[in-house]
């Protein structure tokens, strides 16, 4: 028997890894007997230039077409075993990346190699790249908890926590997960997590979801670690976050805090990654490649020989299903830190409050309890819930929704008077009246920020008030300005979006108002449920922080839903047994997989032709498989900036199955010219 002569294969090859290098490559031939082993992202000898000098360089891509002259192409000389270098590591990652999320690899690596950028110093005061003397100095003065010798005192649960954890990291590995209520204290676990990695003579870095929304948790980082602490955040120039990188580079720095992006940084000695707020949307990525933090800091973590430790009072339903299939490990506090305890919660019907004639956003509980909160002198904050409002019609009278009859979402009111829904394109006539119960009192949620603002104001003209939203928190600075004012007590009501319920703790606050808690419960997204219970959840659970007992009142037009009565109740457990047996059910994530194909253009028709060929292209290369593919629609924001965006679903019960469909559509796109002028990204969920 003759064995079959091996293809020719040939390596793009990157030989200077500085982000504004990425793009060139010089191609090499790989020798036979290294084609088991010269894989994307791995490092290899090369021979280069005229002198033939070897030199180190990376993978970038493999294939079987030769482009450079016969008497010119060179071999590779050697595949580098093992990753060595920090740059070893985050290229390894980078590939990856590209193959589970799809991307090209130049997208993987400028998303994973810190830019390399020389600028001409100008004088200034001394300051580091994690912000001014003046923002460090509010960062530093607002926990009186804390002085800057000290870690904070541990309770026995506490420990007992910390103690697990380390257990666990001299056993199995496996990443750990504090599921801890809020107001449990999981920031002072994290940092005697990090100080223990410290002292072995490792760094860490400390994920959370938005920096100027968190400034309270960085406060306490500072006074525990000092100059050894850098935060990387949005309003550093490219030249700063040059300089926090050297200093990491020279081990000047210990612990990086920041958003998504801070997962990347080059630490020589990586030993710990904290995922804080894990169940935050914002750990996903919304560009290519658009990646799931929670999963590539694991993966970065294996690459590195690191710990990954998540911290949430209210984790997603995906890290739970890992922890109860053993995959991760489960540590849980009950308990409040100090004498605080959990918020008396209200939940109040408006379907009842729209029959007794109050048509108003404040129902009377919510009105009689702040009256009461005025008199004392202590704080109110009115949370308005925005997220997902997109156009959902729901009854005030009955409180029902009007759903997809396939999907299970709700549909989504366009400006044709139709109702579609932004899975598989389902639509409707628009109704005049509830099909439920035939009232008139349907339609959408129309208050916003600034008309509750009002409503109070003439409802309470003595209280001081400020609001917090999108239009409030443009300026640089205005995050910080706001929620400081309101923490030293210049305001009685605080309201705002979702942005003010973020692991803010303000002792004075006795009382939450949540208004229209239902409207995420309704977003043309099957995360919709879990969505609402982690806002609800934690918008109680900014009442009650300091010595006094709060109170939380929560409107809603369905007080029945599950969502609701378990945030009301601090019952995760109930809540995620049920959510994850309708997940069981409809096949979605994490019990099922899914990839979303996004696709967005000027040209509509060329969009929605492009879509409809992926469509049957996929059908036709997943007809082997346990696979349903949905769509394509209108994007749930069907057009932005004069740019119409699609979405076709893939869903199935094996990762590598939908993995291997989408680098076949990546293959179809690149060689069909229908595709020119759109683009084309993948988001998974798994």
Request: hydrophobic share 35%; glycine share 8%.
């Amino acid at each position: 028997m003759f064995e079959m002569e091996k293809k020719v294969l040939y390596a793009n090859v990157i030989v200077d890894i500085s982000v504004d290098r990425l793009d060139r490559t010089f191609q090499y031939r790989v020798p036979e007997e290294l084609q088991d082993t010269a894989l994307e992202g791995c490092r290899v000898k090369i021979p280069f230039g005229k002198g033939n000098t070897p030199r180190d360089g990376y993978i970038y891509s493999l294939e079987d077409t030769q482009r450079v002259e016969q008497e010119k192409i060179k071999d590779i000389l050697e595949v580098v075993p093992g990753a060595v270098s920090v740059e070893d590591r985050l290229f390894a990652l980078a590939a990856w990346m590209r193959q589970t999320y799809g991307s090209t690899m130049n997208q993987a690596l400028k998303t994973v190699l810190p830019v390399k950028e020389m600028r001409k110093r100008k004088p200034k005061a001394k300051a580091d790249a994690s912000g001014t003397d003046g923002e460090k100095r509010d960062l530093l003065s607002y926990d009186p908890e804390m002085s800057v010798t000290g870690l904070p005192e541990l309770t026995g649960k506490q420990q007992e926590v910390c103690e697990g954890i380390l257990k666990e990291w001299q056993g199995t590995g496996r990443p750990s997960m504090i599921h801890g209520i809020t107001g449990s204290g999981k920031t002072y676990i994290f940092i005697r997590l990090i100080d223990h990695v410290i002292k072995e003579g490792k760094q860490a870095v400390l994920l959370v979801p938005e920096i100027s929304l968190t400034w309270q948790t960085v406060s306490r980082f500072y006074r525990c670690f000092g100059e050894r602490v850098s935060v990387l955040h949005s309003r550093l120039s490219k030249g700063e976050r040059s300089d926090l990188i050297e200093k990491v580079r020279n081990r000047k720095v210990d612990l990086v805090i920041g958003p998504r992006s801070a997962l990347f940084t080059p630490f020589p000695n990586l030993g710990l990654i904290i995922i804080d707020e894990e169940h935050e949307p914002s750990y996903r990525s919304e560009t290519t490649p658009r990646y799931n933090a929670r999963e590539t800091a694991e993966e970065r973590a294996k690459i590195e020989g690191a710990f990954l430790v998540m911290g949430s009072a209210t984790p997603s339903v995906e890290a739970m299903y890992r922890c109860r299939k053993d995959e991760y490990a489960l540590f849980d506090l009950n308990d409040r830190y100090g004498n605080a305890v959990l918020p008396d919660v209200d939940i109040v019907d408006m379907r009842e409050e729209l029959r007794s004639g109050n048509r108003s956003i404040l129902s009377r509980k919510l009105r009689e309890a702040m009256e009461i909160r005025l008199r004392r002198g202590e704080q109110i904050m009115l949370f308005l819930n925005r997220r997902g409002h997109t156009g959902f019609i729901s009854c005030r009278s009955c409180g029902s929704v009007i759903k997809c009859p396939h999907c299970d979402v709700s549909l989504t009111l366009h400006r044709d008077n139709r109702l579609y829904c932004h899975y598989c394109g389902y639509s409707a006539p628009m109704t005049a009246a509830c099909p439920k119960c035939g009232s008139l009192y349907i339609g959408g949620f129309s208050v916003g920020t600034e008309q509750v603002e009002e409503i109070v104001k003439k409802e309470f003209p003595k209280a001081r008030i400020l609001r917090m939203d999108a239009d409030t928190t443009r300026r640089k600075g205005s995050y910080e300005r706001i929620l400081s004012s309101f923490a030293a007590g210049r305001a009685d009501i605080l309201i705002g979006t979702q942005m003010i319920v973020k692991g803010h703790d303000f002792p004075m606050v006795t009382l939450v108002g949540i208004l229209a808690a239902d409207l995420s419960l309704f977003g043309s997204d099957y995360r919709s449920s879990e969505r609402t219970y982690q806002l609800v959840s934690q918008a109680v659970g900014r009442a009650g922080r300091g010595e006094k007992k709060g109170e939380a009142v929560i409107q809603t037009y369905d007080p029945e839903h599950f969502a609701i009565t378990a945030a009301a109740a601090s019952e995760y457990e109930s809540f995620f047994n049920e959510e994850i047996e309708e997940r069981e059910t409809l096949g979605y994530p994490p019990a099922g997989h899914m990839i979303a194909v996004h696709g967005s253009g000027k040209d509509e028709e060329k969009l929605v032709r492009a879509m409809e060929y992926l469509k049957r292209y996929a059908e036709k290369i997943a007809a082997d498989r346990d696979i349903r593919v949905i769509g394509p629609a209108m994007e749930t924001i069907s057009r932005v900036a004069d740019t119409y965006r699609m979405a076709l679903y893939l869903k199935g019960t094996e990762r590598s199955d939908l993995i291997r469909i989408r680098k076949g559509l990546e293959k179809y796109i690149e060689i069909n010219k229908g595709f020119d002028g759109l683009l084309i990204q993948y988001s998974l969920d798994s």
